[in-house]
Structure formats: C-alpha cells, structure tokens
C-alpha cells in the first residue's frame, strides 16, 4: 500500500502508484460487462476513454523525467520498451484468435475476420472499422473476433506520435529556452504541447461526432485529447492545497462520474465529443485527487488486493474477453447469464496465466532490451503472422466460382412453379462462402453510386443487349435493393434484346424529397441531400430519354421521414411526391413497374447461417411469415397500391415463403447474401415468373 506523496511543488514523477491499479480495473470492469450484459450496462465502453487518461498520465509523466535529466528522448529505446510490453500477448491472442476463427466459425465470415485481423497486426484496426463504418456495403458486417483491437491501434499511434511531438518542439525551442534549466523547458514543452493538443483535438473531436458520429467514433484524432488530459496531469505539482478531506470527495466523485457514464450512456449517445468529458474528467479526478484512509479513502479501496490484481491483469482480460464472447454467441445459442459467468472465469485464468508465461518474461528479458533485438522480434514475428493469417485461409477455404443455369424448380422458380422438391434443405447449388463474397463485392459496382456521392461515372452501367440496337431499353432506379434485382434484369436483357440502364445509388429510397429534417447538418445531412438530388436529376434524365420505354423501381423498407419544400413531413406528403414524379415519366410515355420488397430477416446472416446448419436449413435458417411479412411496406409499394392502375407492381415474396415460413434456401439457392439483400443466383431465378407476370400485363407495352 502506498502513501501520499511529499509535499513538494515539483511535477509528479510518473512513480508508481497502486491506485491507479484499481482504476484499471473499474475500466475494464466496464468494458467486460458491458460486452456481455450490453442492455443492462450500455455505456461500458467509457472504459476505454479511461484507460486513455491513464495512459496519458504514465507516458508522459516517463517522458518528461527522461526529457527534463538528459535533454532527450531515446525514441528507440521508448519504442522498445512499449513493443516488449504490449505486443508479445497482442500477438499471442491475435494468433489464438486466427485458429479459433478456423476451428469455430464458419467460413461465411473468414473472409471479413482475416481483414481485421491483418489491421489489427498492423495496429490500423481503428481506421478499418472507421472505413466500415461508413461503407453502406459493410455496415450489416458481423463482429469480428479482433474488433476491440480498434482502441490498442490508437493507444499505439499515440505511443508513435507524442514522443516525436514532444522532441521537434523541444529542439525548435531549445534557443528560445536558453534562459531556463534543461529542467524547466521540458516542462514548458510538455505543457504546451498536451494543451495544444487537448484545444485541438477536443475542438475535433466535437464536430466530427455532430458531422459524422459513426465515424467518429473510432479515427484518431477524436481521442487523442484523452491521452493529453492525462499527460496534463502528469505536469502539475504532485499535491493539492485543497484538504485531504475534500481531496478524498473529489477522488470518489470521478469514480461516481465514470460509473454513471457506464450506465446511463448508450449507444445513442454521441461519442466521443463532448460526453466523453464525463468519464475522462472522472478519471482525472481520481487521478489528481483521493487518499489512502482506511475504510473511507478511495485509493485504500482502490489498491486493495483484489482490485489491484485486476488491474494487474486488466490488458489480458480486455485481449482475452472478446474472442471468447464471440466464439460463445457462435457456438452457443442462446447465449445464457451462466455461460456468460463461464466465460468471465475463463478470461481471469487466461489473463492470470498469460501475466506469469507472456508478459512478465518476454518484458524482463534482457536480450530484448536491446531496441533492435526487440524491433527485429516485432518484424519477424507481424511478417510471419500476416503471411499465415492470408495465406491458410486461402489453402484450407478456396474461393468457389460456381455457376449455375437458371432453368425450371431452381431457386425461386422450385415455389412459384410449385415444384415437388422444394429445396428448402441439403447442399446448396452455389456455396455458402461464394454467396457471402457478395457482400463486400457486390455485383455489378459499376452502376451503384457509394452513399454520399451525387456526381458518379456510371457511363459503363449498360446491360444486357447493347443500347444501340436494343428492342427495349430499361431503367433501374433505387438503393442497394434495386441494384440486387440487376442480375434479373441483365439476365432477361440478353436473352430478350433489352438494355437494361442502372441508377442505384446505397441507402437512397427513389423519393424526390430529401430525409434530413429542416436545421439539420453533418453527414447524415449531406448525405440526404445527395440522394434527393440523384433522384432528381435521375428522373429529369428519363423524362428527356426519347429512348426508354420502362422504369423500373425498387427499395428497401426505411422508417425515414421525407420533407417537403416547406418543412413539413408526412406520409402523404412522401407518397404524393413519388406518384407526381411517376406521373411525370408517365406523360413521357414510360412505363413504371415497382419491385416489391423480399421479407428482412431479421439480423440472421443467412449465408452464415446456412453454413452454420449444413443438416437443419429449413428449421434453423426459416423464420415465421407473421413476423415478416406485415414489416415489409415500403414507400414505393404503397405508392404503388394507391396509384394501382397507372403503374404495376411485382411481388417477390411467394419465390421464397409459404403459408407459414420464409426461407434461407429455396430451389437449392440460399436467398440473399446478407439478411436482407436478395443473392444475385436467387434474383436470377425469378426469370421465368417475371416474364409470366409481363405477358399478363400487357399494359406495359413490353
């Protein structure tokens, strides 16, 4: 147990401190009940901002002594120090991570894992989920099994960057320091350099999370004003004049702020901005303020035993927690309050065993404290795991490319043509694993517009027959949905002389009016403004195309609201403004058919879930049509219904449900790539139906 410091006006000296133990361990406390009881404990994820204030506090605290005696900054030495302290069981549990992911999970999701995992070795974890993040294409993205990886990776950056901070100032200054002690201009340096970065950072950090919460959450810039508190810190004298008395409330109060933050905070709560204030001023408190009275002092409680072998462990157990998490929901479902008490255990003895056998030898070493030695290790080892984690997935799992003729009682056409096998169970036609590439390929990336873009080169989206002696041109208009049905319509195009034209565009619901309320701004914002004016000018372009004779539209269900010119959002005001603008293509001389929308389902991966029950499809991977089917509506299709006879409407859905269940395979094919996007093969099955429906609307003039 230790005690309260000299009473001396020098900066603290980063010396160590026992409390701060059980500081660690409230924050990973957090994170770890959080991860497992995420309903109950939903702002857990506080404790990462936590671990980033004490961070800040040790690493700077150690670079001033060595600034302030020497005048320098042994970079390579530093950088040794933090290899041999935190990579040897990053790497451990990264490679434990790999083979599980081999053994425990289905192929389906080797693909998006091996990515995360390469980021994570490379310490880059936090901008690949910052990329995913805004990827409309990644977003349905399981977790992955490294994923928490994400706050190391900017741990890591900031390792990199405050030393190289701390010595170009130093050295740009060294003239002007003239005057002071060695002593004295680290300091002023130090001090300088954390508010520069705290004014600067900070400042960010609340407008990208207004601008773009998402993203925000995870780039680096955002969080780097946590580590500079906590250097702050560092830099002030090392006691207070306030008592000890109120010094020890003011110590329980940051633990009060940090534990109301983990419970009242949520998911929708924008993070980090300005509410990360609350946890990160909490640990600052604790880390300026408390005292050691026995019963009553919040650092006698916090450097208890108990708490201080948890923080102790409390690296290993945030590496070690979150695999396990992941190969349980896998592998057990559900995933019970006891099996969750099993996995808690299980981490605290891995963490406890990974201390003893990882971290305590490889950081003693004293063949590695040789910063080349330890560089080399760090090399050789990133080498060879990425090497392993690209390569074995590829031998054990080879890509598939699987091609199949659309021809009578395959996919869809096994429901509609109410075929004697329905092929609702068995292997499927098209591997699970080829299907799910889908996902982050999806076919046909030449007529899709990303989220965010109005002005997009889609001049290579023509289908189909050529356009210059096409019997037929056609449109394509809508979100990721539409651009699903692309394989249908290029599909019928060849065989039938149609150009087939796309204009999708991801999450954009084919309404000229935009989604963003009035006042809004950032992302979101921008965002909606870009749809709107797609849709627009994409259906300025039809009405001028002498050429087209069909649009085709499609959609997701969304629960947006749609504005008007003068603010106001209703139904009818969204409704009113797709059929004045199905209106208008009429009175072109365009025909107008609207897609109906397959049933969601729910957050079941169906490609993951069809590889997951090899002998159990149709009973594992079905779900029933009462809570499915009344949750499709879509604008368009009711739209649709109002305006019934001066546009068509086809409905997928009896290609994959029956009375009583919808399907993850039917006719032999799995039916969509994700849980809610139709599978390119499956959209190709409907061909024969649809080309019944067109002879029974001869309206359409086809």
Known sequence: MTTQPPQTSAPIRGSFRLELQGLRALAVGLVLLFHLWPHHISGGFVGVDVFFVVSGFLITGHLYRELSQTGRISLSKFWARRVMRLLPLAFTVLVISFIAMLVFLPQTVWSMNVRQLLGSLFY???????????????ADNEPSLVQHYWS????????VLLPLIFVGIYLLTKHRGDQLTSQQHARQVIIWSLTGIIVLSFIFSVGFTNYNPAQAYFVTPTRFWEFATGGLLAMLPATSRIP???????GWAGIVAIVIAGLLYSGETPFPGYTALLPVLGAALFIRYGSHQPGSGVYWWASLTPSVRMGDWSYAIYLWHWPLIIVATYQLEPFLWYQKLVIIVVTFVLSAASQKLVEDPLRRAKPFKVPRRAFTLMASNMALIAAVTFFIPQVVAPETHEEIAVSECVGADAFLSDCEELGTNGEPKIPATQVQV?????TYPECNIPDGYTNFDRSGCSLGAPEDSAALKIAV?????????????DELGRENNWNIQGYT???????????????TSGAGRDSADACAE??????????????LDLIVTAAAATDRDFYGADGESSESITTQAVADMWSAWKKADKEVLVMGELPHFNQMNVPTCVAS???QIAEECSQNVEGLIGDRGTILADTALQHSSSVKFYDPTPGLCDDQRCYSMVGGLITRYDHHHVSSDFARSYSADFMRFLEEHRGLDL
């Open 244 to 250: 000890t008395g109120w010094q020890n409330v003011l």
């Open 534 to 547: 797609f849709v627009v000018n994409s259906s300025e372009d039809f009405q001028h195309d002498a050429e």
């Open 477 to 489: 208009i809508g979100d990721s949905h539409a651009r699903a049905w692309l394989p249908l319509f």
């Open 152 to 159: 190391l990776s900017i741990e890591e950056q900031f390792y």
């Open 613 to 615: 029950n090899p002998g």
């Open 505 to 519: 565009k991801s999450g954009c619901t084919p309404v000229p009016l935009s989604s963003a309320a009035p006042g």
């Open 124 to 138: 880059i974890e936090n901008w690949v989920l910052a990329a995913d993040s805004v990827d409309y294409m990644a």
């Open 438 to 442: 889908e996902a982050e390929e999806p």
